[in-house]
């Protein structure tokens, strides 16, 4: 062999080599994880609205959980609490009021259910949390059960103690609120409430007590679901069932029907608030009465004649628990049974019901369809 070719055969190596080196350091630059990353799911997009109540609550000392101030904090406050948020879901939020929830007004509730509808159609958005005070969160999660229309997880979550308490539970309230929204398994499950480690469907969530943090409850169901460990364990199946409500529209309603509960107790058939309800306008009323829909005598007469002027009535109890079935007479005066729901919840149907339709016999297939 020449020493000419020699040299061609070294040159060729030399340049073999560079260009293998030049591969390898390009292969080794490369992150080890990165054909994970092409593959891994960015963050779901939880969008949360702050409507005030205790969990934005302050007040002059740590020990105070009466008699403090509610609504204080804003939505920027309440998520830079909760620093840990950030390893759930990219979060972004407003503020839509920021009051007590005792002041809770239905203008509020159909400026909220709008702009949930609105939220919940960006592609951009996977779900919602919103921050609510105890004393009416069960009806505002009932009211927009009945009238949004979407899969996505909406999640309603408070608190029993304000924020600079001690031991406050709303930090980990709002944690375990986005912690539910945020999972793919949340979806189709309608409007939840989620508090102190249950997960309350809309449709069986009460509050039931002043003061405790597990007052949330569903009594006679129990949960949906708990928190554990920060997984979720559901103990019901999602449920996509339509009613006959689930497709009304309030894009165009500015104002709700008047609808007043009148409570019974002893001594209180007198018919009084029920005359000043009727005087006010009242299109419904939903009557609290004593054990299975026990209704005195002479309120049952100043009903009927409520009936017959074209006032719709529906008949609940004041009991935590149990079905109002009422005798088939009481039915033929075109009383309608709440059957499951508390006064509170069967007002807010009967307000619904009355935008749909004012037939007795539509709203009794109303209440039949959506009493559990």
């Known amino acids: 062999m020449t020493a000419t070719l020699m040299e061609r055969l070294k040159g060729t190596h030399a340049v073999l080599s560079v260009l293998l080196c030049f591969v390898s350091l390009l292969l080794f630059s490369l992150p080890v994880h990165a054909a994970g990353d092409l593959n891994k799911e960015p963050k ?6 702050a409507t005030g109540g205790t969990i934005a609550g302050a007040a002059g000392s740590a020990a105070v959980t009466v008699g403090y101030k509610a609504g204080e904090l804003t939505v920027e406050q309440l998520i830079e609490s909760v620093p840990e948020l950030g390893s759930l879901a990219r979060l972004t939020g407003e503020q839509l009021c920021n009051i007590d929830s ?3 007004q239905e203008d509020i509730w159909l400026r909220l259910a709008k702009r949930v509808h609105e939220v919940a159609k960006r592609k951009d958005v996977d779900a919602i949390v919103i921050t ?3 004393d009416t969160m069960e009806e505002t999660a009932y009211f927009l059960q009945k009238v949004l229309h979407t899969d996505k997880p909406v999640v309603l979550t408070a608190a029993m103690r304000p924020a600079t308490a001690i031991s406050a539970d709303g930090p980990m309230n709002l944690w375990e609120a986005v912690r539910t929204a945020a999972d793919k398994s949340s979806a189709q499950r309608g409007v939840l409430v989620v508090m102190n480690g249950q997960i309350n469907s809309a449709e069986t969530v ?3 007590n002043t003061q405790t943090l597990q007052s949330f409850q569903s009594l006679g169901s129990g949960p949906a679901g708990v928190i554990a460990g920060g997984k979720i364990f559901w103990r019901q199946r999602p449920s996509s069932a339509g ?3 689930s497709d009304l529209s309030l894009q165009h309603v500015s104002q709700l029907p008047k609808v007043r509960i009148i409570y019974g107790y002893v001594g ?3 018919g009084l608030f029920l005359k000043a309800a009727l005087d006010d306008g009242a299109k419904g009323i939903v009557y609290a009465a004593c054990g299975n829909g026990s209704i005195p005598e002479r309120m049952e007469s100043m009903l009927q004649k409520a009936v017959a002027s074209g006032v719709m009535v529906v008949i609940g109890s004041r009991c935590k628990e149990g079905i109002v079935l009422l005798p088939e007479e009481l039915k033929k005066e075109h009383f309608i049974p709440s059957g499951t729901l508390s006064p509170q919840k069967a007002k807010i149907l009967l307000q619904l019901a009355l935008v749909k339709s004012d037939s007795v016999a539509d709203i009794q297939e109303i209440y039949e369809e959506n009493s559990l």
């Open 44 to 49: 779901p997009h939880v969008y949360i609205i």
């Open 102 to 104: 005792k002041d809770m």
């Open 132 to 134: 609510h005070g105890t």
């Open 206 to 208: 009460t509050k039931t």
């Open 243 to 245: 009613t006959k409500i």
């Open 268 to 270: 209180g058939d007198d």
